[in-house]
């Protein structure tokens, strides 16, 4: 089955350490978001990237960086920097064919919380 | 600025009867419009969109959305609601220069 996968499904991060969610495609989608969501925020984009070795910040990247080495893996690191890093995560991808009037199409997420 | 709005935090509906989730936007240009859907603990799962053409878009598990220009709205409708329809649903519109623009969402409850 063609799909984005996340994992882990959960992840506890303790004061002052990076922790890296891993987000995979099969889809062949040349485009890739991470989004975070919180309660009553709707989702906010953190980084995407359009093409392999190349991405770009979205609203709020502060306190997080990513790497995109290959066209199916987008990794999202959360630094100590991000002092509110409690929230559900969620990687997107989206078929570069046919252009921006694509939907993007979502993994099921990584909830993170703070030990 | 881009933006889009669900006025909307909860919508209750009797099983059987109608639905509408409403949402209105604020774009320049033409508007990508999208609706998505989230179960618990899971991603959002595509729903439809609208880029140009029919102002009634019809997607999947029998929504459709109807795009009126004039009162910059893309309400999300279904005819008969199911038990199983109840989630939470957000409403996007494409942003510059890549993203998607979400609403807060409504939370869809359907009662038997």
């Known amino acids: 089955d063609g799909g984005i996968t996340q994992s882990p499904k959960y992840l506890f991060r303790k004061e002052g350490q990076n922790v890296t969610l891993s987000c995979e495609q099969n889809?062949?989608?040349?485009?890739m978001y991470w989004y975070r969501q919180d309660p009553g925020q709707g989702l906010r984009l953190i980084y995407y990237?359009?093409?392999?070795?190349?991405?770009q910040k979205g609203d709020i990247a502060e306190g997080y960086s990513v790497s995109r080495e290959k066209k199916e893996s987008f990794p999202l690191t959360v630094t100590s920097a991000q002092k509110n890093p409690t929230a559900f995560y969620l990687c997107a991808s989206r078929s570069g064919t046919g252009g921006f009037n694509q939907p993007q199409h979502f993994g099921d997420g990584t909830r993170l919380s703070i030990l | 600025a881009q933006s889009v709005a669900q006025p909307e935090d909860q919508v209750n509906v009797a099983e059987g009867n109608p639905l509408t989730v409403k949402c209105t936007y604020s774009?320049?240009?033409?508007?990508?419009l999208f609706w998505y859907v989230q179960y618990p603990n899971r991603g959002l799962q595509f729903l439809l969109k609208?880029?140009?053409?029919?102002?009634l878009v019809k997607g999947s598990y029998g929504f459709e959305a109807e795009f009126n220009k004039s009162q910059t709205s893309f309400h999300l409708k279904k005819p008969s609601a199911l038990v199983s329809d109840s989630a939470l649903y957000f409403c996007a519109v494409r942003g510059l220069p890549d993203k998607l623009i979400f609403g807060t969402g409504t939370r869809l409850q359907v009662f038997p």
């Open positions: 774009v320049s240009g033409n508007p990508y």
């Open positions: 889809l062949n989608h040349d485009a």
């Open positions: 609208y880029i140009t053409g029919d102002n």
């Open positions: 990237s359009q093409i392999v070795n190349d991405f």
